[in-house]
């Protein structure tokens, strides 16, 4: 019983164990338990689009109330530092060092937030670390303030770094420019490539160094172009067997070993034939096609990152693979273009692994409207969210005020795979037919 006057209250967690408690939350469990903990989401998730079409007049009640099979979830081949990409925020350290270069702790709503260094977090690298320590060591040697909010001024802001299993770095530098002429922003520039080349960062042996002025949140190459500043233009990665060139802002999954695991699944599914086209949808730089392409007569990548398209081009050349084509634009504009006039007598299968905002409607409305995809493979990072949305416009019964008039996909397995441990997140791969 607790006595009067006497507090039972557990100590404060240390900075270190609430930032591990928010990007890491699973930290704690072992690795079993882990992939437990994520078994019992999915089974929610798929409980939960068996009810949802059941209030379709869909019946897709199957044992346990899930509307398909669900398999246990596939274990990542590595557990810890297993990240080829991670982004560190510059801001204020518990400390109060405003040049504190870590991740987010806290919410903007209680104004309570705080960069702390990510030294001690499970999921990243020792690489990333060393690369964020080395940029924070520059910035609070440079005479120029961060940049903590754009109306406020300062300059130095995020920083994102990019390894490889071929032993390749790629950091990149965003920086807000603010008032700074040209020839300002060249000293910054070579005072940066001065530190990673000749000076302390040279630790890191960098690959590739990128500096991006940057007046807005995110930017795009094509709003502000990045550029190169130290090395090579690109890292490469191996992946079952096939050499992938990877740009700054180019998506690449962020487990190179899970991801291995997780298209081999996909090439197994798809069930492809000799004559079988495979269409991928937000295909990035081309990695489940062409990890595919031997299987199937024809692969078409569809991808809105223009420098992605450059790359998945380069990957298919550099390794031989001459039945592939990729479309530079967004899914919703490219696909219904694509399919609207699909003469082709082959087998067509799509396989689709959108963020999480998951597909627009009119992707799915084009999917479900061509009469030659029988086969669906949806890979997604966050099925509880608008990949939900998805699921239900591909399944629901033919509904012409929507315009979705073709017949409708019944979902007929489902994998998760474990491609982010110590977090709560999974990839689901889910089989739909008709």
Same mark, same amino acid.
């Not at 297993?82 to 925020?89: A, D, G, P, V, W």
């Not at 008032?179 to 590739?208: H, I, M, N, R, Y």
């Not at 299987?295 to 001459?322: L, M, R, T, Y």
């Given at each position: 019983?607790?006595?009067?006057?006497?507090?039972?209250?557990?100590?404060?967690?240390?900075?270190?164990?609430?930032?591990?408690?928010?990007?890491?939350?699973?930290?704690?469990?072992?690795?079993?338990?882990?992939?437990?903990?994520?078994?019992?989401s999915?089974?929610?998730?798929?409980?939960? $689009? =068996?009810?949802?079409l059941?209030? @379709?007049g869909?019946?897709?009640?199957?044992?346990? !109330?899930?509307? /398909?099979? *669900?398999q246990?979830?596939?274990?990542?081949?590595?557990?810890n530092?297993?990240?080829?990409?991670?982004?560190?925020?510059?801001?204020?350290?518990?400390?109060?060092?405003?040049?504190?270069?870590?991740?987010?702790?806290?919410?903007?709503?209680?104004?309570?937030?705080?960069?702390v260094?990510?030294?001690?977090?499970?999921?990243?690298?020792?690489?990333h670390?060393q690369?964020?320590?080395?940029?924070e060591?520059?910035?609070c040697?440079?005479?120029?303030?961060?940049?903590?909010?754009?109306?406020?001024?300062?300059?130095?802001?995020?920083?994102?770094?990019?390894?490889?299993?071929?032993?390749h770095?790629?950091?990149?530098?965003?920086?807000?420019?603010?008032?700074l002429?040209?020839?300002? $922003? =060249?000293t910054?520039?070579?005072? @940066?490539?001065?530190?990673?080349?000749?000076?302390? !960062?040279t630790? /890191?042996? *960098?690959?590739?160094?990128?500096f991006?002025?940057?007046?807005?949140?995110?930017?795009?190459?094509?709003q502000?172009?990045?550029?190169?500043?130290?090395?090579?233009?690109?890292?490469?990665?191996?992946?079952?067997?096939?050499?992938?060139?990877?740009?700054?802002?180019?998506?690449?999954?962020?487990?190179?070993?899970?991801?291995?695991?997780?298209?081999?699944?996909?090439g197994?599914?798809?069930?492809?034939t000799?004559?079988?086209?495979?269409?991928?949808?937000?295909?990035?730089?081309?990695?489940i096609?062409?990890?595919?392409?031997h299987?199937?007569?024809?692969?078409?990548?569809v991808e809105?990152?223009?420098?992605?398209?450059?790359?998945?081009?380069?990957?298919?050349?550099?390794?031989?693979i001459?039945?592939?084509?990729?479309?530079s634009g967004?899914?919703?504009?490219v696909?219904?273009?694509?399919?609207?006039?699909?003469e082709?007598a082959?087998?067509?299968?799509?396989?689709v692994?959108?963020?999480?905002?998951?597909?627009?409607?009119r992707?799915?409305?084009?999917?479900?409207?061509?009469?030659?995809?029988?086969?669906?493979?949806?890979v997604?990072?966050?099925?509880e969210?608008?990949?939900?949305?998805?699921?239900?416009?591909?399944?629901?019964?033919?509904?012409?005020?929507?315009?979705?008039?073709?017949?409708?996909?019944?979902?007929?397995?489902a994998i998760?795979?474990?491609?982010?441990?110590?977090?709560?997140?999974?990839?689901?791969?889910?089989?739909?037919?008709?």
């Amino acid at each position: 019983k607790k006595k009067a006057g006497v507090s039972c209250s557990l100590p404060e967690p240390s900075w270190e164990e609430r930032l591990a408690n928010a990007v890491t939350p699973l930290w704690r469990l072992p690795y079993q338990e882990q992939l437990q903990v994520k078994y019992e989401s999915q089974r929610k998730i798929l409980q939960t $689009l =068996a009810s949802r079409l059941e209030e @379709l007049g869909i019946d897709a009640q199957k044992p346990g !109330g899930l509307c /398909c099979p *669900l398999q246990p979830v596939v274990p990542s081949p590595i557990i810890n530092g297993y990240r080829n990409k991670s982004t560190f925020s510059v801001n204020r350290g518990p400390d109060g060092n405003p040049k504190t270069v870590g991740l987010y702790v806290g919410t903007g709503r209680e104004r309570n937030i705080v960069c702390v260094k990510a030294n001690h977090v499970d999921n990243m690298p020792s690489k990333h670390k060393q690369v964020a320590q080395c940029y924070e060591e520059f910035i609070c040697h440079s005479p120029l303030d961060s940049c903590l909010l754009f109306h406020e001024g300062g300059h130095w802001r995020e920083l994102v770094v990019r390894t490889t299993s071929c032993g390749h770095t790629m950091a990149i530098i965003t920086f807000h420019p603010q008032q700074l002429g040209q020839e300002a $922003l =060249a000293t910054q520039k070579a005072l @940066l490539k001065e530190f990673f080349t000749c000076g302390p !960062g040279t630790v /890191c042996d *960098l690959t590739s160094l990128y500096f991006q002025e940057s007046t807005m949140t995110r930017c795009s190459h094509e709003q502000s172009p990045y550029q190169l500043l130290h090395g090579a233009p690109h890292i490469f990665e191996e992946l079952l067997g096939l050499k992938f060139r990877i740009s700054p802002d180019a998506f690449f999954q962020v487990n190179t070993a899970g991801a291995e695991v997780l298209y081999q699944a996909v090439g197994e599914l798809c069930q492809a034939t000799g004559d079988t086209v495979l269409l991928d949808i937000c295909c990035g730089t081309g990695t489940i096609g062409l990890s595919l392409a031997h299987q199937v007569s024809k692969v078409i990548g569809v991808e809105v990152v223009e420098k992605a398209i450059e790359d998945a081009e380069w990957n298919a050349a550099f390794n031989g693979i001459s039945n592939c084509e990729f479309h530079s634009g967004k899914a919703e504009a490219v696909l219904p273009q694509l399919l609207a006039s699909w003469e082709d007598a082959r087998p067509l299968v799509a396989v689709v692994n959108p963020s999480r905002a998951g597909l627009h409607y009119r992707v799915v409305r084009a999917i479900r409207n061509c009469r030659s995809i029988r086969r669906l493979l949806y890979v997604s990072c966050k099925p509880e969210g608008e990949a939900m949305r998805n699921f239900l416009e591909l399944c629901c019964p033919p509904d012409p005020r929507k315009k979705l008039t073709g017949e409708r996909f019944a979902p007929v397995l489902a994998i998760p795979f474990d491609m982010f441990p110590h977090t709560v997140h999974c990839e689901l791969l889910l089989l739909f037919t008709r």
